[in-house]
């Protein structure tokens, strides 16, 4: 019988590290917010581009590795939830996204959340498609832009208003692909709903 393999890889402790430093963010994002302080805006910003850019690492280094386990399936998409939702909380707050916004991300989280722990008791696994790729791409962006408008206008480098537009309409589009790409998991996983 072959030993057990550790959860400890390499992979699933960036990912670890990645949720740890969530709580980070979100602390020196709201000081930049209440003192006004360009250092804390820019560290937000960088620390949230870091944070986002693991994302690529830790699933780089499960493949080129073959460590890909059940603990790093299981705890990646959390950590990408958690990221977007910690940021988009912030914003929300402050008004530069709605209440509609966020809510419809939430729900097609929750809604495909579940529709994968129905296919999975099943014995089928739903991997994340091209859509479901390309909107956690396109909402990551639309966050790390709006931290960046944030840190260029507390630099006073500029105001930070077209990088603040063009944010807002990458959310838009991530809104939209939310919706398509949620209604895609649902219309491929029918067989799974309607069993």
């Given amino acids: ?28 994002a709201l000081a930049a917010e209440v003192s006004a302080n360009a250092p804390f805006a820019v560290a937000a910003f960088l620390i949230y581009l870091t944070l986002s ?11 080129s590795r073959n460590e890909i386990t059940d603990f790093g399936k299981f705890l990646d998409p959390i950590a990408d939830k958690l990221l977007v939702f910690s940021a988009l909380l912030l914003l929300l707050n402050d008004g530069y996204v709605t209440v509609w916004m966020v809510f419809i991300i939430l729900v097609r989280e929750f809604l495909v959340s579940a529709l994968r722990m129905v296919a999975a008791s099943s014995g089928e696994v739903i991997a994340a498609d091209g859509l479901g790729k390309a909107k956690t791409a396109v909402t990551m962006v639309s966050l790390c832009g709006y931290y960046l ?3 260029l206008a507390a630099i006073r480098f500029n105001d930070g208003g077209l990088i603040a537009l063009l944010s ?12 398509v790409s949620g209604a895609q998991y649902f219309w491929n996983a029918r067989h799974v709903v309607f069993k």
Avoid: H, Q
């Fill in 168 to 179: 807002w309409a990458l959310m838009v589009a991530a809104v939209v692909l939310t919706v």
């Fill in 149 to 151: 408008s944030f840190a």
């Fill in 53 to 63: 850019l693991t994302d690529k690492v830790d699933g780089y280094l499960a493949r």
């Fill in 1 to 28: 019988m072959s030993p057990e393999k550790s959860v400890w890889t390499p992979a699933n402790v960036v990912t670890c590290v990645r949720i740890a430093f969530i709580p980070v963010f979100m602390v020196v």
